[in-house]
Protein backbone atom coordinates (compact mmCIF):
# COMPACT_ATOMS: atom_id res chain seq x y z
CA UNK A 1 0.00 0.00 0.00
CA UNK A 2 1.30 4.00 -0.30
CA UNK A 3 1.37 6.37 1.75
CA UNK A 4 -1.22 8.35 0.06
CA UNK A 5 -3.56 6.26 0.85
CA UNK A 6 -3.82 7.54 4.72
CA UNK A 7 -3.85 10.82 3.83
CA UNK A 8 -6.70 13.47 4.49
CA UNK A 9 -7.01 17.30 4.86
CA UNK A 10 -7.30 18.67 8.57
CA UNK A 11 -8.77 21.73 8.84
CA UNK A 12 -6.09 23.35 11.40
CA UNK A 13 -8.53 24.73 13.71
CA UNK A 14 -9.33 20.70 14.60
CA UNK A 15 -6.18 20.55 16.51
CA UNK A 16 -6.57 20.44 19.74
CA UNK A 17 -3.93 22.76 21.72
CA UNK A 18 -5.75 21.93 25.35
CA UNK A 19 -8.04 19.41 26.67
CA UNK A 20 -11.55 18.94 27.25
CA UNK A 21 -12.50 19.57 30.86
CA UNK A 22 -13.59 17.41 32.82
CA UNK A 23 -11.80 14.73 31.30
CA UNK A 24 -14.67 12.59 30.77
CA UNK A 25 -16.68 15.12 28.66
CA UNK A 26 -14.61 14.72 25.41
CA UNK A 27 -16.83 13.51 23.01
CA UNK A 28 -16.21 10.02 21.42
CA UNK A 29 -17.36 8.59 18.53
CA UNK A 30 -18.16 5.23 17.86
CA UNK A 31 -17.96 3.26 15.02
CA UNK A 32 -19.78 -0.50 15.00
CA UNK A 33 -22.09 -2.85 12.87
CA UNK A 34 -24.64 -0.34 13.40
CA UNK A 35 -23.05 2.52 11.66
CA UNK A 36 -21.22 5.73 13.16
CA UNK A 37 -22.27 7.11 16.80
CA UNK A 38 -21.93 10.25 18.22
CA UNK A 39 -21.89 10.62 22.56
CA UNK A 40 -18.85 11.68 25.15
CA UNK A 41 -16.43 9.55 26.42
CA UNK A 42 -18.75 9.61 29.54
CA UNK A 43 -21.26 7.21 27.62
CA UNK A 44 -18.69 4.31 26.93
CA UNK A 45 -20.23 1.57 29.36
CA UNK A 46 -23.38 2.13 27.01
CA UNK A 47 -20.84 0.37 24.77
CA UNK A 48 -19.59 -2.04 27.14
CA UNK A 49 -20.71 -5.73 28.21
CA UNK A 50 -20.16 -7.37 31.58
CA UNK A 51 -17.00 -9.70 31.30
CA UNK A 52 -15.35 -7.60 28.21
CA UNK A 53 -11.64 -6.47 29.49
CA UNK A 54 -9.64 -3.07 29.16
CA UNK A 55 -6.30 -2.91 28.85
CA UNK A 56 -4.79 0.22 29.92
CA UNK A 57 -0.98 1.14 29.38
CA UNK A 58 0.16 2.60 32.82
CA UNK A 59 3.34 4.19 31.72
CA UNK A 60 4.02 7.57 33.49
CA UNK A 61 5.56 10.55 31.25
CA UNK A 62 9.03 12.03 32.56
CA UNK A 63 9.18 15.72 32.30
CA UNK A 64 11.72 14.97 29.73
CA UNK A 65 11.83 18.16 27.70
CA UNK A 66 15.08 20.48 29.13
CA UNK A 67 16.60 24.29 28.28
CA UNK A 68 20.10 24.48 29.22
CA UNK A 69 23.07 26.43 28.76
CA UNK A 70 26.15 24.78 27.16
CA UNK A 71 29.63 25.35 27.99
CA UNK A 72 32.84 24.24 26.25
CA UNK A 73 35.68 23.17 28.74
CA UNK A 74 39.29 25.53 28.31
CA UNK A 75 37.39 28.71 27.37
CA UNK A 76 37.03 31.42 29.35
CA UNK A 77 33.56 32.51 31.14
CA UNK A 78 31.46 33.67 28.76
CA UNK A 79 33.08 32.01 25.51
CA UNK A 80 31.81 29.01 24.29
CA UNK A 81 28.12 29.50 25.67
CA UNK A 82 24.99 28.65 23.40
CA UNK A 83 21.49 27.81 24.09
CA UNK A 84 20.50 24.09 23.76
CA UNK A 85 17.30 22.23 23.58
CA UNK A 86 16.79 18.74 24.94
CA UNK A 87 14.40 15.85 24.80
CA UNK A 88 14.78 12.70 26.21
CA UNK A 89 14.59 9.66 24.60
CA UNK A 90 15.62 6.29 26.15
CA UNK A 91 18.44 5.61 27.98
CA UNK A 92 21.28 2.33 26.89
CA UNK A 93 22.82 0.03 29.04
CA UNK A 94 25.61 1.98 30.31
CA UNK A 95 23.34 5.36 31.83
CA UNK A 96 23.86 7.56 29.16
CA UNK A 97 20.74 9.22 27.30
CA UNK A 98 20.25 9.15 23.62
CA UNK A 99 18.48 12.28 23.33
CA UNK A 100 17.14 15.21 20.73
CA UNK A 101 19.47 18.22 20.92
CA UNK A 102 18.56 21.61 19.19
CA UNK A 103 20.67 22.57 17.39
CA UNK A 104 22.75 19.75 17.17
CA UNK A 105 25.56 21.23 15.03
CA UNK A 106 26.97 23.06 18.03
CA UNK A 107 27.56 20.17 20.00
CA UNK A 108 30.96 18.83 20.63
CA UNK A 109 32.44 15.95 22.83
CA UNK A 110 33.16 16.96 26.31
CA UNK A 111 30.64 19.88 26.14
CA UNK A 112 28.80 20.07 29.23
CA UNK A 113 24.89 21.37 29.30
CA UNK A 114 23.84 22.92 32.45
CA UNK A 115 19.76 22.59 33.24
CA UNK A 116 19.48 24.28 36.71
CA UNK A 117 22.08 24.52 39.33
CA UNK A 118 21.73 21.09 40.69
CA UNK A 119 21.18 18.95 36.87
CA UNK A 120 24.08 19.18 34.19
CA UNK A 121 25.30 16.63 31.31
CA UNK A 122 28.39 16.12 29.08
CA UNK A 123 28.16 15.96 25.42
CA UNK A 124 29.59 12.31 24.49
CA UNK A 125 28.47 11.87 20.56
CA UNK A 126 25.89 11.06 18.69
CA UNK A 127 24.03 8.18 17.30
CA UNK A 128 22.55 9.52 13.58
CA UNK A 129 20.33 12.73 14.27
CA UNK A 130 20.55 12.04 18.19
CA UNK A 131 22.84 12.87 20.88
CA UNK A 132 24.34 11.10 23.28
CA UNK A 133 24.52 12.76 27.09
CA UNK A 134 25.88 11.67 30.20
CA UNK A 135 23.85 13.29 33.31
CA UNK A 136 25.54 13.86 36.46
CA UNK A 137 22.88 12.44 38.54
CA UNK A 138 21.39 8.87 39.01
CA UNK A 139 18.53 7.44 40.21
CA UNK A 140 16.47 9.29 42.66
CA UNK A 141 18.74 12.64 42.92
CA UNK A 142 18.05 12.32 38.51
CA UNK A 143 14.34 11.95 39.20
CA UNK A 144 13.91 14.73 41.92
CA UNK A 145 16.39 17.44 39.88
CA UNK A 146 14.39 16.29 36.17
CA UNK A 147 10.92 16.99 37.76
CA UNK A 148 12.17 20.47 38.73
CA UNK A 149 14.01 21.21 35.63
CA UNK A 150 12.12 19.63 33.18
CA UNK A 151 9.01 20.45 31.66
CA UNK A 152 6.10 17.90 29.56
CA UNK A 153 7.55 16.99 26.39
CA UNK A 154 4.00 17.83 24.22
CA UNK A 155 3.84 16.88 20.97
CA UNK A 156 5.41 19.05 18.04
CA UNK A 157 1.75 20.18 16.54
CA UNK A 158 0.73 21.53 20.13
CA UNK A 159 4.47 22.92 21.16
CA UNK A 160 4.52 24.94 17.61
CA UNK A 161 1.12 26.26 19.12
CA UNK A 162 1.96 27.31 22.31
CA UNK A 163 4.74 26.49 25.17
CA UNK A 164 4.26 23.81 28.12
CA UNK A 165 3.00 25.08 31.09
CA UNK A 166 2.43 23.85 34.64
CA UNK A 167 -1.44 23.19 33.48
CA UNK A 168 0.31 20.15 31.08
CA UNK A 169 2.46 18.14 33.97
CA UNK A 170 -1.57 17.57 35.32
CA UNK A 171 -3.49 16.99 31.78
CA UNK A 172 -0.79 15.22 29.91
CA UNK A 173 -0.32 12.81 32.44
CA UNK A 174 -3.27 9.70 32.95
CA UNK A 175 -4.62 8.96 36.23
CA UNK A 176 -3.16 5.98 36.77
CA UNK A 177 0.54 6.40 35.66
CA UNK A 178 2.85 4.34 37.84
CA UNK A 179 5.98 3.36 35.40
CA UNK A 180 8.48 6.24 34.69
CA UNK A 181 9.52 6.21 31.38
CA UNK A 182 7.17 7.24 28.69
CA UNK A 183 8.38 10.82 26.77
CA UNK A 184 4.81 10.58 25.04
CA UNK A 185 1.58 10.12 26.78
CA UNK A 186 -0.71 7.01 25.96
CA UNK A 187 -3.45 9.61 24.65
CA UNK A 188 -6.55 7.89 24.81
CA UNK A 189 -5.96 7.23 28.05
CA UNK A 190 -6.19 10.89 29.41
CA UNK A 191 -10.00 10.67 29.02
CA UNK A 192 -10.42 8.28 32.46
CA UNK A 193 -11.05 9.37 35.41
CA UNK A 194 -11.32 7.75 38.76
CA UNK A 195 -14.91 7.81 38.45
CA UNK A 196 -15.14 6.21 34.69
CA UNK A 197 -13.11 3.26 35.98
CA UNK A 198 -14.74 2.67 38.59
CA UNK A 199 -18.17 2.90 37.12
CA UNK A 200 -16.48 0.11 34.23
CA UNK A 201 -15.57 -2.21 36.78
CA UNK A 202 -18.88 -2.54 38.75
CA UNK A 203 -20.71 -3.66 35.74
CA UNK A 204 -18.51 -6.27 35.25
CA UNK A 205 -15.74 -5.00 32.50
CA UNK A 206 -12.51 -5.93 34.11
CA UNK A 207 -9.15 -3.45 33.98
CA UNK A 208 -5.16 -5.06 33.43
CA UNK A 209 -2.72 -2.97 33.43
CA UNK A 210 0.39 -3.27 30.94
CA UNK A 211 3.07 -0.94 29.98
CA UNK A 212 4.66 0.30 27.00
CA UNK A 213 7.04 3.55 27.64
CA UNK A 214 6.00 5.51 24.45
CA UNK A 215 8.54 6.53 21.96
CA UNK A 216 9.26 10.26 20.69
CA UNK A 217 9.42 7.88 17.65
CA UNK A 218 5.56 8.02 17.70
CA UNK A 219 5.44 11.83 16.02
CA UNK A 220 8.04 10.85 13.06
CA UNK A 221 6.61 10.82 9.94
CA UNK A 222 6.63 8.19 7.53
CA UNK A 223 9.41 9.22 4.89
CA UNK A 224 8.71 6.24 2.63
CA UNK A 225 5.54 6.39 0.12
CA UNK A 226 5.54 2.12 -0.29
CA UNK A 227 5.00 1.91 3.76
CA UNK A 228 6.16 -1.80 3.59
CA UNK A 229 9.64 0.20 3.18
CA UNK A 230 8.87 2.16 6.58
CA UNK A 231 11.22 1.32 10.22
CA UNK A 232 9.41 1.54 13.33
CA UNK A 233 11.47 2.76 16.51
CA UNK A 234 11.76 0.30 18.82
CA UNK A 235 9.62 1.13 22.37
CA UNK A 236 10.08 -0.73 25.38
CA UNK A 237 6.78 -2.85 27.41
CA UNK A 238 5.74 -5.55 29.28
CA UNK A 239 2.68 -7.90 29.78
CA UNK A 240 3.27 -9.19 33.27
CA UNK A 241 2.03 -12.86 33.76
CA UNK A 242 -0.91 -11.67 35.28
CA UNK A 243 -1.65 -9.51 32.57
CA UNK A 244 -1.29 -12.47 30.36
CA UNK A 245 -3.54 -14.23 32.58
CA UNK A 246 -6.27 -12.15 32.60
CA UNK A 247 -6.60 -10.99 29.23
CA UNK A 248 -6.36 -15.09 27.81
CA UNK A 249 -8.96 -15.93 30.35
CA UNK A 250 -11.40 -12.92 28.82
CA UNK A 251 -10.53 -14.66 25.74
CA UNK A 252 -11.56 -18.15 27.01
CA UNK A 253 -14.94 -16.96 28.48
CA UNK A 254 -16.05 -15.22 25.02
CA UNK A 255 -15.23 -11.80 26.82
CA UNK A 256 -14.04 -8.44 24.71
CA UNK A 257 -10.47 -7.79 24.81
CA UNK A 258 -10.44 -3.78 24.13
CA UNK A 259 -7.18 -1.69 24.51
CA UNK A 260 -7.09 1.57 25.61
CA UNK A 261 -5.08 3.66 22.76
CA UNK A 262 -2.65 2.54 19.78
CA UNK A 263 0.19 1.52 22.38
CA UNK A 264 -1.59 -0.94 24.56
CA UNK A 265 -2.72 -2.53 21.56
CA UNK A 266 0.76 -2.77 20.19
CA UNK A 267 1.77 -4.23 23.13
CA UNK A 268 -0.33 -6.85 23.65
CA UNK A 269 0.34 -7.84 19.74
CA UNK A 270 3.77 -8.29 20.48
CA UNK A 271 3.16 -10.61 22.91
CA UNK A 272 0.62 -12.33 21.28
CA UNK A 273 2.88 -13.41 17.99
CA UNK A 274 2.29 -17.12 18.50
CA UNK A 275 -1.29 -16.66 18.13
CA UNK A 276 -1.96 -16.53 22.33
CA UNK A 277 -1.20 -14.00 24.75
CA UNK A 278 1.91 -14.64 26.85
CA UNK A 279 3.78 -12.59 29.52
CA UNK A 280 6.47 -10.72 27.40
CA UNK A 281 9.25 -8.03 27.95
CA UNK A 282 11.47 -6.40 25.97
CA UNK A 283 11.29 -3.52 23.07
CA UNK A 284 8.79 -3.89 20.16
CA UNK A 285 9.16 -2.19 16.58
CA UNK A 286 5.75 -4.05 15.40
CA UNK A 287 4.41 -2.09 12.66
CA UNK A 288 0.39 -3.02 12.43
CA UNK A 289 -0.67 -2.18 8.36
CA UNK A 290 -4.05 -3.57 6.38
CA UNK A 291 -3.36 -7.36 6.43
CA UNK A 292 -2.29 -7.78 10.23
CA UNK A 293 -3.79 -10.62 11.99
CA UNK A 294 -4.75 -9.42 15.00
CA UNK A 295 -4.75 -11.75 18.31
CA UNK A 296 -5.71 -10.46 20.84
CA UNK A 297 -7.72 -7.04 20.33
CA UNK A 298 -11.57 -7.47 19.43
CA UNK A 299 -11.29 -3.70 19.14
CA UNK A 300 -9.74 -0.34 20.32
CA UNK A 301 -10.19 3.37 22.00
CA UNK A 302 -8.35 5.80 20.54
CA UNK A 303 -7.98 9.46 19.67
CA UNK A 304 -7.53 10.54 16.35
CA UNK A 305 -4.62 10.79 14.32
CA UNK A 306 -2.26 12.51 11.81
CA UNK A 307 -2.54 12.12 8.18
CA UNK A 308 -0.25 9.43 6.63
CA UNK A 309 0.97 8.33 9.88
CA UNK A 310 1.50 4.90 11.42
CA UNK A 311 -1.54 5.05 13.72
CA UNK A 312 -4.06 5.57 10.78
CA UNK A 313 -2.34 2.57 9.27
CA UNK A 314 -3.07 0.41 12.46
CA UNK A 315 -6.81 2.02 12.84
CA UNK A 316 -6.97 0.92 9.08
CA UNK A 317 -5.95 -2.53 9.93
CA UNK A 318 -8.37 -2.85 12.72
CA UNK A 319 -10.94 -1.36 10.73
CA UNK A 320 -10.73 -1.55 7.49
CA UNK A 321 -9.27 1.62 5.08
CA UNK A 322 -12.82 2.21 3.66
CA UNK A 323 -14.64 2.30 7.01
CA UNK A 324 -11.99 4.70 8.95
CA UNK A 325 -11.81 6.96 5.30
CA UNK A 326 -15.83 7.15 6.31
CA UNK A 327 -15.16 7.56 10.03
CA UNK A 328 -12.44 10.27 9.86
CA UNK A 329 -15.04 12.52 7.11
CA UNK A 330 -17.23 12.23 9.81
CA UNK A 331 -14.94 13.75 12.64
CA UNK A 332 -14.24 16.74 10.36
CA UNK A 333 -17.37 17.16 9.20
CA UNK A 334 -18.91 17.15 12.98
CA UNK A 335 -15.84 19.08 14.39
CA UNK A 336 -14.17 16.26 16.39
CA UNK A 337 -10.76 17.86 17.81
CA UNK A 338 -7.90 15.95 16.97
CA UNK A 339 -4.78 14.21 18.11
CA UNK A 340 -3.40 14.02 21.63
CA UNK A 341 -5.72 16.59 23.31
CA UNK A 342 -8.45 15.98 21.31
CA UNK A 343 -11.48 13.85 21.39
CA UNK A 344 -11.62 10.15 21.01
CA UNK A 345 -13.14 7.29 19.49
CA UNK A 346 -14.64 3.51 19.95
CA UNK A 347 -13.56 1.06 16.66
CA UNK A 348 -15.60 -2.04 17.55
CA UNK A 349 -14.77 -4.15 13.75
CA UNK A 350 -18.26 -5.80 12.73
CA UNK A 351 -15.54 -9.27 12.53
CA UNK A 352 -15.23 -8.90 16.12
CA UNK A 353 -18.61 -9.94 17.93
Not at 108 to 118: K, L, M, N, T
Request: some cysteine.
Amino acid sequence: MKLSDFDFDLPDELIATRPVRPRTASRLLVADDTGITDAHVSDLPAWLRPGDRLVLNDTKVIPGRLFGTRTRPGQAPGEGVARIEVTLLSPDTSGAWHVMAKPLRKLRDGDVIAFSDALTAEYIGRNDDQAVIRFNLAGDAFDAALETAGKMPLPPYIAAKRAADDQDNEDYQTVFARNSGAVAAPTASLHFDEALLARVEAMGVGLTHVTLHVGAGTFLPVKVDNISEHKMHAEWGQVSAEAAQEIAATKAAGGRVIPVGTTALRLIESAARNGWIEPWVGETDIFITPGFQFNVADGLMTNFHLPKSTLMMLVSALMGTDCMREVYSHAIENKYRFFSYGDSSLLLPTDKK
